[in-house]
């Protein structure tokens, strides 16, 4: 224990909750480091549709980056209101459930799911991609980096919002400076040389143009850019983690990780552009990617590069860590719907909900197996689920205001509706540009999860309406209960389950499955250790029963025979009392026989209401 709490923290009582929450400081790596980190792969996925325009394709880059910044200024709008609307948290399924109905709420919340697990894939896939254009020789690893870094992102997540917070402080204002500053001192040389700087590093030659430009090529490009949209939704989900006043500091860190964003996005558009800076394929041996050609052309191989790159690769691989903090809080909220499993409320011994962590580390996990760990390769599924759920969001905003009086409504109301317009817009063109790309997956997973969500809900709802009693307790039938214990030789196991049966009953059953042919030992051993002393007791002598088991089979005799015991008593209860022996250490369990844990799972899945199983252990 004392190995685990200095991995995972000691344990929080549920009264400091409050020293958990934080301020737009820590909020920015807790919240924003997906959006920030976006702007290291959403560039790079556009530039990598661009290749087959050679040298031609880069000057598409400034206006698309332009049409994406404008789309993120519309979302920011629009969430600046929702948070003011849902000072607890709106997520996209909260407001869409609120105000458009169970059916929307679902889809928000099933394409938030996906989004939050492929964001965690996408992220620790970049980083592992910027660590490989620093150390070319590393990429035979791709897929062992990525579930290292995985690992060590759960170690640090499941300590706690506070602590995560402070752990990712320094990286993420490293990587916030680093860019910043290649940003502007690559931009004063570009103005320096009239718009053609010389590179200190050339970056690689790009290929001869293969392909024209065509409305379609650019519509796939502005899909792709897009992925740096994804992670802006989390603020609004998880304010009731900022400290108070928690809408405020709320909407602070939501600027400042917009206008970061804004300004990243722009300014890799504009050096990429004036230093002639393309993708290169991310499968081939010189892979370089996008920010680490920019590092070179700015300031070279010198201690600045490695220094950002280093900070590029923890800050990419840390942006999963959005979807710890707000994945849980998703599937938490779900659950409380009871469209998810209830174990998803429960919150651990840090004051999280783990149960949502162990969940996304799963399918994490097995979305960088299946993938191999290859950004290009997952960002076709990516995107899709953040747009649709911005757009649920927003047109479930345009409602909560239409239901409101009061001034300013109607400026609330345009506001959402301008923002679910063009989310709206923009999740068609991703779906149609990414569709035969891999998005199809996503569309299908969608309405899975939807589906699976209702049958969770119509689960629940049967196991309330059978068993809810709001009535006074039945005091009929209340005869002792038919006992059975099992017995394979008399022991001081065997002694304990007996004496416990004859005190809660005056009609017992010793069940012997004869799988062994010694009928007559265990029928001597009976009656000198049990028939004997119980009459000279006068107390009522327990049943011997045989079972016959011509083929040495012991569990299914006794199932059986319970059955037709039960079968034979209409009304009456049926107690199993099943005696066994707990060793002390873990590694003794596989030395003992486990045919009372299969006793019990077949007793419970052939059970029935009249039937009891009661665990008599004894602690060797």
Not at 65 to 92: K, W
Not at 101 to 109: D, K, Q, T
Not at 205 to 210: D, I, L, N, V
């Amino acid at each position: 224990m004392q190995l685990f709490d200095l991995l995972a923290g000691k344990p929080l009582a549920t009264s400091e909750e409050r020293a958990e929450h934080i301020g737009p400081i820590s909020g920015i790596p807790v919240f924003g480091l997906d959006a920030l980190s976006s702007a290291a792969y959403g560039p790079e996925a556009a530039l990598t549709l661009l290749i087959p325009l050679g040298m031609m394709g880069i000057a598409h880059v400034i206006p698309i980056s332009i049409a994406i910044v404008i789309l993120l200024a519309i979302v920011y709008f629009s969430y600046c209101q929702t948070i003011e609307a849902y000072p607890h948290g709106g997520g996209s399924y909260t407001v869409a459930s609120e105000n458009l109905g169970e059916l929307p709420g679902l889809l928000a919340a099933a394409a938030l799911m996906i989004d939050y697990i492929l964001n965690a894939a996408v992220g620790i896939s970049a980083g592992v991609g910027a660590l490989i254009s620093g150390v070319p020789a590393l990429q035979p690893h791709t897929l062992a980096l990525c579930l290292i870094i995985l690992t060590i992102l759960t170690l640090v997540n499941i300590r706690g919002t506070k602590d995560t917070g402070i752990t990712f402080l320094v990286p993420t204002y490293l990587f916030i400076g680093t860019l910043t500053i290649t940003i502007v001192i690559g931009a004063v040389r570009a103005i320096m040389a009239h718009g053609h700087p010389a590179p200190v590093v050339a970056p690689p030659a790009m290929p001869a143009a293969t392909a024209a430009v065509s409305l379609w090529l650019i519509l796939k490009v502005f899909a792709s850019g897009c992925t740096a949209m994804t992670g802006v939704e989390a603020v609004s989900n998880g304010v009731a983690a900022f400290r108070e006043p928690a809408q405020r500091n709320a909407k602070r860190t939501l600027t400042i990780i917009i206008v970061l964003l804004m300004f990243f996005l722009l300014g890799i558009a504009v050096l990429c552009r004036a230093y002639h800076i393309g993708a290169t394929d991310p499968t081939s041996a010189g892979y370089q990617s996008i920010l680490s050609q920019l590092l070179f052309a700015v300031f070279g191989r010198g201690w600045f590069y490695f220094v950002g790159i280093g900070s590029i690769l923890v800050v990419l691989a840390l942006s999963a860590n959005t979807s710890y903090a707000d994945f849980p809080r998703l599937t938490r909220a779900i659950a409380m719907g009871d469209y998810l499993p209830h174990v998803f409320k429960i919150r651990g011994r840090r004051l999280l909900y783990s149960h949502g962590i162990v969940a996304l580390v799963g399918f994490t996990a097995v979305l960088l197996i299946a993938f191999g760990g290859v950004t290009d390769r997952l960002i076709p599924l990516f995107a899709i689920g953040a747009f649709l759920a911005f757009t649920m969001s927003q047109a479930g905003m345009v409602v909560h205001w239409y239901k409101q009086t009061g001034p300013g409504r109607v400026h609330r109301m345009i506001v959402n509706g301008v923002g679910a317009t063009a989310t709206g817009i923009t999740l068609i063109v991703v779906l149609v540009a990414k569709f035969t790309a891999g998005a199809w997956i996503t569309a299908l997973l969608i309405p899975a999860l939807i589906v699976l969500m209702l049958a969770v809900k119509r689960h629940y709802e049967g196991v309330q309406k059978e068993t809810a009693c709001d009535r006074p307790i039945e005091l009929d039938n209340m005869a002792h209960p038919l006992i059975v214990v099992p017995m394979d030789r008399w022991s001081r196991i065997t002694e304990k389950g007996l004496r416990f049966a004859m005190k809660i009953s005056d009609h017992v059953q010793v069940v012997h499955v004869d799988a062994e042919e010694r009928r007559e030992e265990v029928q001597a051993m009976w009656q000198r250790n049990v028939v004997g002393p119980v009459q000279t007791a006068g107390l009522p002598v327990p049943e011997m029963i045989f079972c016959a088991s011509p083929y040495r089979f012991v569990v299914m005799p006794l199932v059986n025979h319970i059955m037709e015991l039960e079968a034979a008593n209409p009304g009456r209860q049926i107690a199993v009392l099943i005696p066994e022996l707990v060793v002390k250490h873990w590694w003794q369990t596989p030395l003992h026989n486990q045919r009372a844990q299969m006793l019990k799972l077949l007793l419970l899945l052939r059970g029935n209401q009249r039937m009891v199983v009661i665990n008599i252990p004894w602690y060797l």
